[in-house]
């Protein structure tokens, strides 16, 4: 006799509706995994490294506490990318005049011809994208994977949240 075995941390079969959402989130972090790596081969720096770069290069003279801002990431993510970045001389960070302790972040030369030659978006697909949905999806969005987050037992607000894509 065939006796089905229900046992702890055994999944269940998959609804249709279930595997077609499944499928959907293979498709976006196949995209996002193919930029990275395409990024990657082009530039030789990670995905999160040319963000950091894109994003000082818009904005000369920022701080570290400001770039992880700009990149919604911890400041001791930010200060790794930057000090990454700093020895392969693509950044140059200078200490301000008046208080000794603040960093000011500059491209260098070879870090502007390298983000002259290394196709968009510097800050990735998937930010590129949310970026461009309107309000309403993206409250739709907000909502429904915050009921997924929780489902699956992790804190929305946590150090993963922090983390960039590029470094999972």
Do not use: Y
Not at 59 to 67: C, K, M, Q, R
Not at 95 to 107: F, G, M, N, Q, S
Not at 111 to 125: D, S
């Amino acid at each position: 006799m065939n006796v089905p075995v229900a046992a702890a941390g055994v999944s269940p079969d998959l609804r249709p509706e279930a595997a077609i959402v499944l499928r959907q989130f293979r498709v976006v972090f196949n995209a996002v995994k193919s930029h990275f790596q395409h990024i990657e081969r082009q530039a030789g720096v990670g995905g999160a490294q040319l963000w950091a770069l894109s994003v000082v290069a818009a904005h000369p003279g920022i701080g570290v506490g400001e770039l992880a801002q700009k990149m919604d990431i911890h400041q001791s993510t930010t200060s790794n990318l930057v000090r990454a970045l700093s020895l392969r001389g693509l950044l140059v960070s200078r200490r301000d005049e008046v208080d000794r302790r603040a960093v000011h972040l500059e491209v260098s030369v070879e870090g502007l011809a390298l983000l002259a030659r290394v196709p968009g978006p510097t800050a990735g697909v998937l930010p590129d994208a949310l970026a461009r949905l309107d309000d309403a999806t993206l409250a739709r969005l907000h909502d429904d994977l915050t009921t997924l987050i929780c489902t699956l037992g992790e804190d929305e607000h946590g150090d993963a949240a922090r983390t960039p894509l590029a470094q999972l």
